[in-house]
């Protein structure tokens, strides 16, 4: 047996046929799939597969990773179990870097345990209809952007991808795997220029019982370009008549969202909904943790950006139609 099919098999006894690695295989292939092997962690006894761990990496050198599903068989002493789980999985394999989006609040303890520093999400919405800050407030500085749309725009930007000054270290490499050849749903990646320096970023739209919604996924670049992506967005939200665009993120700093326009979510309101899920849709705000443990002594004074997007594009909820993708998805590595 294989081991992407000893994987879906464990999945499907442990949490039914709906689950999506088990309806589409094929996204746990593309997702943890590295040479001859897959990028899954997994815990036995008595020969018996009782726990699995998939994770991504950031980039080719394999410094940074992301955990994605942390998924375990009901047992007697499971925390006990998991948590042995998770600190061989992270004194053996873990890289430099280990960084999950989207941590369970009943987990936060045992991250804790096993080194992790655990926080929650700042949350950010701009909504254009309460909004007058594009007319009074315009930013003072010129940037261009555009829609990665085609072969030749992405051969083109591989060729110039921009080095962030932050962790995690996400390059060329991560970009495609989890957004352009994506097959969960549809990503907009989009190239920045601003003074001479490139920047890149992802993001998606949704129709919603509540309306249109556009979420920033990624960003790739240096810090000090994001006040032009925020201004990217308002102008995409207007001309797409959205309800909203919204930004989960931790370690940008508040102010730079302010001087945007951008209002911080209240969790304990439900007037502006930020949702955790699209899929299905869920109309409540909460928070969302993460989870961060560095390895690597000499990366403790770096700052880290996390965006809760990049941990969505990791779990399928529904499967594009490859006949339906766009150009760019058919682009070779």
Request: hydrophobic share 40%; aromatic share 16%; net charge negative.
């Given at each position: 047996?294989?081991?992407?099919?000893?994987?879906?098999d464990?999945?499907?006894?442990?949490?039914?046929?709906?689950?999506?690695?088990?309806?589409?295989?094929?996204?746990?292939?593309?997702?943890?799939?590295?040479?001859?092997?897959?990028?899954?962690?997994?815990?036995?006894?008595?020969?018996?597969?009782?726990?699995?761990w998939?994770?991504?990496?950031?980039?080719?050198?394999?410094?940074?990773?992301?955990?994605?599903?942390?998924?375990?068989?009901p047992?007697?002493?499971?925390p006990?179990?998991?948590?042995?789980?998770?600190?061989?999985?992270?004194?053996?394999?873990?890289?430099?870097?280990?960084?999950?989006?989207?941590?369970?609040?009943?987990?936060?303890?045992?991250?804790?345990?096993?080194k992790?520093?655990?926080?929650?999400?700042?949350?950010?919405?701009w909504?254009?209809?309460?909004?007058?800050?594009?007319?009074?407030?315009?930013?003072?500085?010129?940037?261009?952007?555009?829609?990665?749309?085609?072969?030749?725009?992405?051969?083109?930007?591989?060729?110039?991808?921009?080095?962030s000054?932050?962790?995690?270290?996400?390059?060329?490499?991560?970009?495609?795997?989890?957004?352009?050849?994506n097959?969960?749903?549809?990503?907009?990646?989009?190239?920045?220029?601003?003074?001479?320096?490139?920047f890149?970023?992802?993001?998606?739209?949704?129709?919603?019982?509540?309306?249109?919604?556009?979420?920033?996924?990624?960003?790739?670049g240096?810090?000090?370009?994001?006040?032009?992506?925020?201004?990217?967005?308002?102008?995409?939200?207007?001309?797409e008549?959205?309800?909203?665009?919204?930004?989960?993120?931790?370690?940008?700093?508040?102010?730079?969202?302010?001087?945007?326009?951008?209002?911080?979510?209240?969790?304990?309101?439900?007037e502006?909904?930020?949702?955790n899920?699209?899929?299905p849709?869920?109309?409540?705000?909460?928070?969302?943790?993460?989870?961060?443990?560095?390895?690597?002594?000499?990366l403790?004074?770096?700052?880290?950006?996390?965006?809760?997007?990049?941990?969505?594009?990791?779990?399928?909820?529904?499967?594009?139609?490859?006949?339906?993708?766009?150009?760019?998805?058919?682009?070779?590595?």
């Amino acid at each position: 047996m294989s081991e992407l099919s000893r994987f879906v098999d464990f999945v499907r006894d442990n949490y039914g046929e709906t689950h999506s690695y088990v309806m589409h295989p094929q996204m746990a292939r593309h997702f943890y799939e590295d040479g001859e092997h897959l990028n899954i962690y997994a815990a036995f006894k008595n020969d018996e597969l009782i726990g699995v761990w998939p994770f991504l990496y950031y980039n080719r050198q394999k410094t940074d990773a992301a955990g994605c599903l942390f998924l375990f068989k009901p047992m007697d002493g499971l925390p006990f179990v998991g948590q042995a789980f998770m600190k061989s999985f992270l004194e053996d394999v873990a890289p430099e870097g280990y960084f999950t989006a989207g941590i369970i609040e009943r987990l936060l303890p045992f991250y804790r345990r096993v080194k992790h520093r655990c926080e929650h999400f700042s949350q950010f919405y701009w909504q254009p209809v309460k909004s007058t800050h594009l007319r009074s407030k315009d930013v003072g500085f010129d940037f261009s952007v555009r829609l990665i749309s085609t072969n030749e725009n992405l051969s083109e930007l591989r060729g110039r991808f921009p080095v962030s000054d932050f962790l995690p270290r996400k390059d060329f490499w991560f970009l495609k795997k989890s957004y352009v050849d994506n097959l969960s749903q549809t990503f907009e990646v989009f190239e920045g220029v601003c003074n001479n320096e490139v920047f890149v970023f992802v993001t998606a739209s949704y129709e919603t019982p509540i309306g249109r919604i556009l979420r920033l996924y990624d960003y790739f670049g240096k810090l000090e370009k994001f006040d032009a992506v925020l201004k990217y967005l308002q102008r995409k939200a207007l001309a797409e008549h959205c309800r909203h665009v919204d930004i989960m993120v931790a370690g940008i700093d508040v102010a730079v969202f302010e001087r945007a326009g951008f209002e911080s979510l209240d969790c304990n309101q439900n007037e502006t909904i930020v949702p955790n899920n699209f899929f299905p849709f869920q109309s409540v705000n909460s928070r969302v943790h993460f989870g961060v443990r560095l390895n690597n002594s000499d990366l403790s004074g770096e700052p880290v950006v996390l965006f809760k997007g990049a941990g969505d594009q990791l779990v399928p909820r529904q499967i594009v139609d490859w006949e339906k993708s766009v150009e760019v998805n058919y682009c070779q590595t």
